[in-house]
């Protein structure tokens, strides 16, 4: 079974512009959560989609947004992009729905740079 | 509060030592469950093991093994016999019964390991 794919893997963005990010979870699960990690703020919870609805939001500015298709695949996206977005984010999906002891399984990441 | 603490920042042994990563928790639920995860330098965070509340069985698994126990709020990964592939960043996370849709996870702590 393929694991999490994450699409771009590295990227490049001047601060101002917007960014989209892809996640593809595993075939199965229809859940998909974002992180973003950082060396300061480690690893940060910004929100999770189940059947197209986001179940649950960290605590980010409205320049981080999301969204789930039918397909389960997911996209996020910043817009107005400042230096300290330059993250690491991490994708993740789980079976079934949102529940207490579903394990989530993370994808390789796409580093963003913001210059 | 939910949260977890790896006091640990970074530990280097040399190989075949065996080594010792701490985890702490918080969190005010009776059912919650306990994570690890492995995150190599290509960045993805691999997972090694769930734990629930109510089990305080220790688990070993290969070289291996995890503490829990709840009267210290611990929840410790001993790896014995260390190798130079286990060269990595560990993270301990949390997700707790109030809200499942999140994990919480520690700082992580790197661990090196020198031939």
């Known amino acids: 079974k393929a694991g999490v794919t994450q699409t771009p893997r590295y990227l490049i963005k001047t601060r101002g512009q917007q960014v989209t990010l892809s996640c593809s979870p595993i075939?199965?699960?229809?859940?998909v959560s974002w992180y973003q990690q950082t060396p300061g703020q480690g690893l940060q919870f910004l929100f999770e989609?189940?059947?197209?609805?986001?179940?649950n939001k960290g605590n980010f500015p409205g320049r981080f947004s999301g969204r789930q298709f039918s397909n389960s695949r997911s996209e996020m996206n910043v817009s107005t992009l400042e230096l300290g977005d330059s993250a690491l984010y991490l994708c993740?999906?789980?079976?079934?729905?949102?529940?207490?002891?579903?394990?989530?399984?993370f994808g390789e990441g796409s580093w963003l740079t913001v210059v | 509060a939910q949260k977890v603490t790896q006091a640990q920042t970074e530990i280097s042994v040399v190989e075949k030592e065996d080594v010792t990563l701490d985890c702490v928790y918080e969190?005010?639920?009776?059912?919650?469950?306990l994570f690890w995860y492995k995150q190599p330098p290509s960045g993805e965070l691999v997972f090694l093991i769930r734990?629930?509340?109510?089990?305080?069985q220790n688990e070993i698994s290969g070289r291996y093994s995890w503490n829990f126990q709840k009267s210290t709020s611990s929840f410790n990964f001993t790896i014995t016999a260390s190798q130079v592939v286990d060269s990595a960043v560990y993270f301990c996370?949390?997700?707790?019964?109030?809200?499942?849709?999140?994990?919480?996870f520690g700082s992580g702590t790197k661990l090196n390991v020198k031939p």
């Open positions: 993740a999906s789980r079976e079934g729905q949102p529940s207490l002891g579903n394990t989530i399984y």
């Open positions: 075939s199965g699960h229809r859940s």
């Open positions: 989609y189940f059947s197209e609805t986001q179940r």
């Open positions: 969190t005010r639920d009776t059912t919650y469950y």
């Open positions: 734990r629930n509340s109510f089990d305080e």
């Open positions: 996370a949390l997700s707790p019964g109030d809200n499942f849709n999140k994990f919480y």
